[in-house]
Each structure stands twice: as structure tokens, then as C-alpha cells.
């Protein structure tokens, strides 16, 4: 099973600022990697996948890197609007199981 | 536009059964994978199974704490897929929302859709 595990829990940042969002696998997963958005009240929306291709209409301040184990979401000057929390998500083929990360939360400092 | 919507949640006994339903527009639901997640009351997202489009035979796989007592099926003439749940317990409740399985770099393994999630409350 790989255990995908992100940091920080909590990260507290003002508007403007840059975050910089770590997700960690267990084993290598090469670069099958998706990053999620949650708002309050919401259900998630794809952000990236691939670790660095961002989905469709998702704005150029999100920045995905990384492979084998360790990846980055980059989010380069926050909006109100990206005050939320964030998953990571891998997939095993053999047993099938997707799996996500416990979440990283970005609030307003 | 993509849309999926979950209907079919609500109160529900300890080890009694539900359905929920999830109906997609916007795409050729025959043609892909769907998935459902869910989500605990303050907690993060549980994966719970999928099920593959006729094109790869249409089988399903789930996660280890529904293995046994959840199974998934579609209905493509239709465009919707189902999630029955039975033998439901506390740990069971949760919003639960159906996905559409992405496909990129020859796999499929994330989830680019998402419908809006109904609420399952396991309860006496």
C-alpha cells in the first residue's frame, strides 16, 4: 500500500504570499500524481495531475513539480479565493486503490 | 459542460441498505470510468470503488473497508451510475460524491469531475 503523507498540516499565509504545498509517497508513483482543491461546503475540484499539468481553466499561479516520491503544489501569490484545503491523490494498480494524502489547509494568516 | 449529480442520501439505520444514484451529462458517460468518494464529517477523502466502462469489461474494484458490502453499476443507456451500500455502519456516514475517472500518460488515476455529493447519516 503507499501512504501518501503532505505538509505542512496547516499553513498560514497572507494574500500575495507564495505556498508551497508538499505531498510525500511511500514509494515511487513516477509522476501519477493529482493535486485537489476543497473549498467549505464544496467537493473537490481537479487542480493538476501528471504532478505538473494543470487542468482545464485552472489559473497560471498553480505550479506543480516532483517525481518518484516527492512533489510540490506552488500556488506563486495567493487570492482570497485560494484559501482552502488541498489533497494529494495516487493510484495503485495491483491491488486497484486510489489513495490521498490527509490534506494540507491554507488559511488566511 | 460536465455535469454529475447524487441523489439517494439520507438517514439511514445501522445494517440496513441504500442506494444512491449519480446521473452525468455533458459527456459520453459509456466511455468512461466512474468512481465514488467519500468524506467523513470534518475528515479527509476515502476513495470507496469504481467501475470501469464495458470497453475494459466493465468490473468493479473497492476499497478494503466496503469491499463485501458496497457494490457499483451502471446503467449507460441511461447515463448514470449506482452505488449500493449495505450492512451500513456509523463509520459509513459521510458525504458521498461520484467522479469521472481521468485518463492521462496511458492511465487512468485521478478524478477530473465531480458532482456536488449527497449526504448518507447512519443512525438508530
Known amino acids: 500500500e503507499i501512504v501518501l503523507t503532505q505538509s505542512p498540516a496547516t499553513l498560514s499565509l497572507s494574500p500575495g504570499e507564495r505556498a508551497i504545498l508538499s505531498c510525500r509517497a511511500s514509494?515511487?508513483?513516477?509522476?501519477?500524481l493529482a493535486w485537489y482543491q476543497q473549498k467549505p461546503g464544496q467537493t473537490p475540484r481537479l487542480l493538476m495531475y501528471?504532478?505538473?499539468k494543470r487542468a482545464t481553466g485552472i489559473p497560471a499561479r498553480f505550479s506543480g513539480s516532483g517525481s518518484g516520491t516527492d512533489f510540490t503544489l506552488t500556488i506563486s501569490s495567493l487570492e482570497p479565493e485560494d484559501f482552502a484545503v488541498y489533497y494529494c491523490?495516487?493510484?495503485?494498480?495491483?491491488?486497484?486503490?486510489?489513495?490521498f494524502g490527509p490534506g494540507t489547509k491554507v488559511d488566511i494568516k | 459542460e460536465v455535469q454529475l449529480v447524487e441523489s439517494g442520501g439520507g438517514l439511514v439505520q445501522p445494517g440496513r441498505s441504500l442506494r444512491l444514484s449519480c446521473a452525468a451529462s455533458?459527456?459520453?458517460?459509456?466511455?468512461?470510468?466512474m468512481s465514488w468518494v467519500r468524506q467523513a464529517p470534518g475528515k479527509g477523502l476515502e476513495w470507496v470503488g469504481f467501475?470501469?466502462?464495458?470497453?475494459?469489461?466493465?468490473?468493479?474494484e473497492f476499497a478494503a473497508s466496503v469491499k463485501g458490502r458496497f457494490t457499483i453499476s451502471r446503467d449507460d443507456s441511461k447515463s448514470i451510475a449506482y452505488l449500493q451500500m449495505n450492512s451500513l455502519t456509523a463509520e459509513d456516514a459521510g458525504v458521498y460524491s461520484c467522479?469521472?475517472?481521468?485518463?492521462?500518460?496511458?492511465?487512468?488515476?485521478?478524478?477530473?469531475?465531480w458532482g456536488q455529493g449527497t449526504l448518507v447519516t447512519v443512525s438508530s
Open positions: 501528471d504532478a505538473s
Open positions: 467501475i470501469r466502462s464495458k470497453a475494459f469489461g466493465g468490473t468493479t
Open positions: 455533458g459527456f459520453t458517460f459509456g466511455d468512461y470510468a
Open positions: 491523490q495516487q493510484r495503485t494498480n495491483w491491488p486497484a486503490d486510489f489513495t
Open positions: 467522479n469521472r475517472v481521468g485518463y492521462a500518460s496511458g492511465r487512468y488515476y485521478f478524478f477530473d469531475h
Open positions: 514509494q515511487s508513483i513516477s509522476n501519477f
